[in-house]
Structure formats: C-alpha cells, structure tokens
C-alpha cells in the first residue's frame, strides 16, 4: 500500500518563475493538503482539497492555488515566484477527521 | 483562526533523562493531534486527543488534553537517542493548524 507520494523531491527555480508541485494521496484517502514549512517553522497550512474543490485556504496569496483531480491526486502551483517562498511543500491526505498522513515534501529552492 | 503555541522552542535533554512539551491554546479546542519530524523527515502521527481530561500513552509517551481542552502535554520517559526531533500539537478538522513545535535533541 504506496503511502502519499510527492514529485519533484528537490527543485530550483528563479523569481519570478512559476513551479507545480504533484502529490498522489495514500490509497483510499480522498482529501488531500498542502502546506508550507520554511526552515525552523512549523508546517503552515495552504489550502484543503476535497472532491476537486478547494474546501478550505489559509493565509496564502492568490499565487498559490491548487487542484484536483477526479483519482484525489492534486497539485499545487505557485506563480510569480519569491525568495521568500523557498520551503518544503508538504502534502498530507487524510480521512476526515483522522490524522494526516505526510508524503516525503517538495524542497523548493528560489533564487 | 484557532492557533496553538509550544513551549519549550528547544530542549536538549540527557540520554535517560524525562522530556515534556505544552501545547497552549486561548479557546477550547475540539481536537489535539501531535506529530513527531525527525530532521530532514516529514511529519509522522503519533496520537489524537479528543476528550476533557483525556489520558494516552505509547510505550515512553504520554499525552495529556486539559480539563479546559484548552492545553496539553507529550511526556517522554528516560529519553532515547531515538527521539530526536521537533514534536508538533496541531488542532482543527478542515484547517488543521500546527504549533510551532518543541525541538528535542538527545545528547548521548
């Protein structure tokens, strides 16, 4: 049973750019979530994906949205990319209310 | 939004020694959750609170939610080399919020 896979691992993009991050859930699961955790930090909440609407968005920027698809895999994308968005994007998917199961996080770099 | 604060920030403890970490909230919570991140990892469930006065333990571990449901507590007994790491409370159904994290290092 494949847990939550994410993809790219690491990544390095100029400001400015744009990047997509992917994130297939654990089997079975059908809510997925993203969230960002700079270095030291505590993983900050993005936004909730449930049945291909976003269901709920935390204290990000319109540049940050989000999707997904019909299988509960989702991504997400950040446009016009900062220094300061440089972290480690975590995809979590769970059964609501339940706890979270983690993939292995997208390393952002942006330089 | 609800939000939930730790403390302490960092904790180096001796191998064999006991570690505690709060979790503190100003409104009452429906739900606890603590999550452990080695370093360079992502964070991996350890249990869920839900109810007043609420007790678990995991081998080492103890978890606490407050009467108030307004706090609570992971205790580790006699701490191995193997609990390195920073410990998470977080709180919330669709937004799920997490503190800050307490950062526990194990000096041999």
């Known amino acids: 049973d494949a847990g939550v896979t994410q993809s790219p691992t690491h990544l390095i993009k100029t400001r400015g750019q744009q990047v997509t991050l992917r994130c297939s859930p654990k089997s079975g699961h059908d809510t997925v979530s993203w969230y960002q955790q700079a270095l030291g930090q505590g993983p900050q909440f993005i936004f909730q994906y449930y049945e291909e609407e976003e269901r709920q968005r935390g204290n990000f920027p319109d540049r940050f949205s989000g999707h997904q698809f019909p299988n509960y895999s989702s991504e997400l994308n950040v446009n016009a990319l900062l220094l300061g968005d440089s972290a480690l994007y975590l995809c979590?998917?769970?059964?609501?209310?339940?706890?979270?199961?983690f993939g292995e996080g997208s390393r952002l770099t942006v330089l | 939004g609800q939000q939930v604060m730790q403390i302490p920030q960092y904790q180096h403890v001796q191998e064999g020694e006991d570690f505690t970490t709060y979790c503190n909230s100003s409104?009452?919570?429906?739900?606890i959750q603590w999550y452990k991140q080695r370093p360079g990892g992502h964070p991996v469930f350890l249990i869920q609170?839900?109810?007043?006065?609420e007790v678990k333990k995991q081998k080492r571990l103890t978890f606490q939610f407050g009467e108030a449901k307004k706090n609570s507590s992971l205790h580790i007994t006699a701490t191995q080399t193997t609990d390195v790491g920073t410990y998470f409370c977080g709180t919330g159904k669709q937004n799920f919020v997490f503190g800050p994290g307490t950062r526990l290092s194990v000096l041999p």
């Open positions: 979590a998917s769970s059964l609501l209310p339940g706890e979270l199961f």
């Open positions: 409104t009452t919570l429906s739900n």
């Open positions: 609170l839900v109810k007043s006065g």
